[in-house]
């Protein structure tokens, strides 16, 4: 990797890096009648970078020799206007161990997967079932011409389950899942408990009302809470999208209470926080975002040209899905910080309204209006949780709802999830307290 920098130098680039990725992927399925591997095998390959005339030039394959950094160079062009952020050499090795590595064999997993189909199936309203096996073995080499040379060696692993139940006319349906770097997700997670939350997600869809439509107080569980914080806000903080966005017109005002703070953070120790960035694939070291501090917009997500162009210090936000993807902004763990107050106490306040535990699918707009499907929630009576409710929606204005956060919990989580941008997907982790906070409240199809 080294020579093939030096021979970018030589052709004129002033700066160029290159990633070495190795994916080692297991992926296995379990249906109601079917057990299949959809994915077995190694993803490797090298993406070269160079910085020439002002552009960016690029090339991506399974080897690296003088013909990838002749067509880098030949593919660079542009507008002549490409400026980033350098950084002092720096040598790394980042190994992150598991603490219940896999043991087993592909048959165990199978048969782990087959159990819990199994149980799923013992309820005759369930229809059909998926369970989903992941696994990904990920080691990353990346070197620079200003002499950095970043190792980075972990594994991510997951279940996945999703189900379809049917009751009369009404269907429902339901997922749940659990991905960690931390090990084997049936030995670091508690299968029942995963199972019997399915359960009862797909009994309230069976047996819920629909919700009253209108703006309501509602207490949002920690779940939701990451993906508003993610989705609704922290797209908007990237900075590719920052500069001409909402945000970008924020900065330095006051949007919510003293008491409300998100966060993007390249390393937590929750078993879910798997948006594990030490490094980005720039070679920029982590570090945590501040994008909304005490209720004022902070700081954005930049890669290295960001960096520059922002005059902010780099964040380590750049990342990519493999070496065939170009490097785009992302997020990694985005959460609001917890605060001071007890759920219990935010749902006795509410005289008539929802406490929403989590949520199914939804969207946002670059104008910061967003939507979600509920996929469990409840009435709350006078203080008190009430029956279950189904086929729900929220929706709202980002900054309007930041800004009606009345109260923030001590309790706090994370979760798991996969981000889209640029038809990449990255996994990423969402998480935050319990908030109570006034939204709109509606039907989701």
């Known amino acids: 990797m080294i020579e093939v920098l030096k021979k970018a130098e030589n052709l004129g680039a002033i700066f160029a890096d290159v990633r070495h990725y190795r994916y080692d992927e297991l992926s296995l399925v379990v249906t109601e009648n079917r057990k299949y591997v959809t994915t077995n095998g190694i993803d490797e390959g090298y993406s070269l970078r160079v910085l020439y005339n002002g552009n960016w030039g690029y090339s991506n394959s399974t080897k690296l020799g003088d013909e990838e950094v002749r067509n880098a160079i030949n593919s660079a062009y542009g507008d002549e206007k490409v400026n980033i952020t350098f950084l002092p050499s720096k040598k790394d090795k980042v190994v992150i161990k598991q603490e219940k590595p896999l043991s087993k064999s592909l048959e165990e997993i199978m048969s782990d997967l087959d159990k819990i189909k199994g149980e799923l199936l013992k309820d005759e309203r369930v229809k059909s079932v ?3 096996y992941f696994h990904e073995g990920v080691k990353k080499d990346y070197a620079s011409t200003e002499g950095r040379e970043i190792y980075q060696e972990y594994v991510l692993s997951g279940i996945s389950i ?14 749940y899942s659990a991905y960690t770097y931390k090990g084997y997700p049936l030995e670091v997670f508690d299968i029942n408990q995963m199972i019997e939350t399915l359960r009862k997600r797909l009994n309230n869809q069976l047996k819920g009302k629909t919700p009253k439509a209108g703006e309501f107080d509602v207490v949002l569980g920690p779940d939701v809470v990451g993906v508003f914080s993610h989705e609704a806000l922290g797209h908007l903080a990237e900075a590719d999208l920052a500069v001409n966005g909402i945000l970008g017109q924020l900065r330095g005002k006051k949007i919510a209470p003293d008491y409300v703070s998100v966060h993007d953070s390249p390393k937590m120790d929750y078993n879910m926080a798997i948006g594990l960035t030490p490094y980005d694939d720039e070679g920029v070291e982590g570090r945590e975002v501040k994008i909304v501090e005490k209720g004022i917009v902070s700081e954005f997500l930049v890669d290295r040209y960001y960096s520059t162009f922002l005059g902010e210090r780099p964040t380590g936000n750049a990342r990519a899905e493999d070496f065939r993807s170009p490097i785009l902004i992302r997020m990694r763990n985005t959460f609001m910080l917890p605060g001071d107050r007890k ?4 749902i006795s306040e509410i005289k008539e309204g929802y406490y929403i535990v989590s949520p199914l699918g939804g969207q946002t707009s670059p104008d910061g209006t967003f939507q979600f499907g509920i996929q469990e929630g409840y009435y709350i009576h006078n203080g008190e949780i009430g029956e279950p409710i189904r086929n729900m929606g929220i929706s709202g204005y980002t900054i309007e709802t930041l800004g009606r956060i009345k109260g923030v ?9 996969f981000c889209g941008k640029g038809g990449q997907s990255v996994p990423v982790g969402t998480g935050g307290p319990y908030i109570s906070v006034k939204v709109k409240v509606g039907g989701y199809v």
Do not use: C, M, T, Y
Not at 162 to 175: C, H, L, Q, T
Not at 343 to 346: A, D, K, T, Y
Not at 409 to 417: H, I, L, N, T, Y
């Open 343 to 346: 759920v219990e106490e935010l």
């Open 162 to 175: 999703s189900a379809v139940a049917r009751e009369g006319d009404i269907v429902a349906s339901s997922f």
């Open 130 to 132: 998926n369970v989903r």
């Open 409 to 417: 919990s001590k309790e706090f989580d994370v979760w798991p999830g």
